[in-house]
């Protein structure tokens, strides 16, 4: 469970000398389970309060508590342990080590989490045929599409299998052939395994498929829409 | 006027022993001021494809005819005078200089250019304007969300005013909002100026707007489109 209780969040800059307000004031709850998109225009702080909630980002005031523990509390060793047991991460800017190979960007939080060589392989080839990327492997970053780097991105946050999956932008760079792949692969870990999905979006078409829209405006949620599908 | 003959080019990876066929046999003819659009799915090879036409990459085989010179023959040199003098470039992933801010980022290709301050300042100011970001011109990139990136992207690319603009998914991380504007924005610009348009996309709705659509599948043309509105 997620509670955020009067969260803000400003960015300071210019030595503190000008301060541009990114979240205002947020009070939402978001359930074990659920599968809900974080809807607004550009700039108006869906990826900051991804960030927050994520643990990459500390808030200026008010709560974030996850299944009853207050982030602003943890250390930065406890947030780290938080993020890499719990969490997966799909970035806006995909963030893929240029070094690396598809299968070892994919393999980094099995390393991470001390996974054996034998299970790692097993599942980073589960993970690439699952995202349609297993013809790319040993494709370094700066050799693959867009969109194949997309794809990398969400095996990568897939692999630990976490509690909560957090994406910024998902099917912002693809097709909509494989926009649609993806979500229906999102929805279906969200099905099976009960992670928690919350993704940002700017597309309207997210709003067919997802089960509850939080509308995001200027720093404030406006509007929280339960879908209900006939 | 644009005239690709029989233009192909391959990705050599792992040494030479594994040869990735990004482009093949492609022959079109793009008149000046055309506005079109690349549609193709995630792989397909239309980033490969604008940066050969950008002179970014060089062709394997064929010929790559820009009002009348092949781009194959240009010395490095001549390459970066053609690419700065005659073409503006928005990159799938923004690409802009970390440490400058937005203001500068814009300003940066009216320096390689040699034009002095007060033209520049009031230039950049007019770009800002019209892409929507003069409250953000002192933010760097990572000040910046998603969206303001690409609109500084987009404001860089229009510096010089240039002959040509290549744009590779101009409108993928931004809302439909924003997107309109852009595209609106894309379109004023090839009719007051008379601006060449490339643009690639996933998003069917510039199927919409753009007045051809070439349609590219595993790196051949399979469909070359003119859109007429009724
Ligand atoms: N530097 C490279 N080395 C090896 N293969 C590459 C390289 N760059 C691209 N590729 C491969 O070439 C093909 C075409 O890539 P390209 O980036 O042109 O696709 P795209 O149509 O722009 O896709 P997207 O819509 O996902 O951005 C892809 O299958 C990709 O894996
Ligand atoms: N590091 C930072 N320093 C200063 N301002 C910032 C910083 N990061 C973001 N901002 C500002 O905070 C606001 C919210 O940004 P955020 O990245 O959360 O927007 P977003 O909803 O994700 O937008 P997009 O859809 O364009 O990605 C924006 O107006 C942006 O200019
Ligand atoms: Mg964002
Ligand atoms: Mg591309």
Redesign the pocket.
């Known amino acids: 469970l997620i509670e955020l209780i009067d969260l803000s969040k400003d960015y300071l800059m210019d030595g503190g000398r000008i301060r541009i307000k990114a979240l205002e004031k947020i009070n939402i709850k978001i359930g074990k389970g659920e599968f809900v998109a974080l809807m607004g225009a550009s700039g108006s702080g869906k990826t900051t309060l991804l960030n927050v909630i994520g643990g990459m980002l500390k808030a200026d005031n008010g709560y974030v508590l996850i299944d009853g523990v207050n982030l602003t509390h943890l250390t930065d060793k406890q947030l780290v342990d938080y993020r890499t047991e719990k969490i997966g991460y799909i970035y806006q800017s995909f963030n893929l080590l240029s070094n690396l190979t598809a299968f070892e960007n994919i393999e980094l939080p099995l390393i991470f989490h001390g996974r054996p060589r034998e299970e790692r392989i097993k599942r980073v080839n589960e993970l690439t045929e699952l995202v349609g990327i297993s013809k790319?492997k040993e494709?370094k970053p700066?050799?693959?599409?867009?969109?194949?780097k997309q794809r990398v991105a969400i095996a990568r946050a897939m692999a630990n299998k976490p509690k909560m999956i957090l994406a910024d932008e998902p099917t912002g760079?693809?097709?909509i052939q494989t926009a649609k792949q993806i979500v229906d692969l999102l929805q279906e870990i969200n099905e099976n395994e009960g992670t928690t999905f919350i993704l940002s979006t700017h597309d309207l078409k997210m709003v067919d498929i997802c089960k509850r829209v939080l509308w995001i405006s200027d720093g404030q949620i406006t509007r929280d829409q339960k879908i209900t599908r006939i």
């Open positions: 790319r494709h700066n050799e693959l599409s867009g969109g194949e760079n693809v097709d």
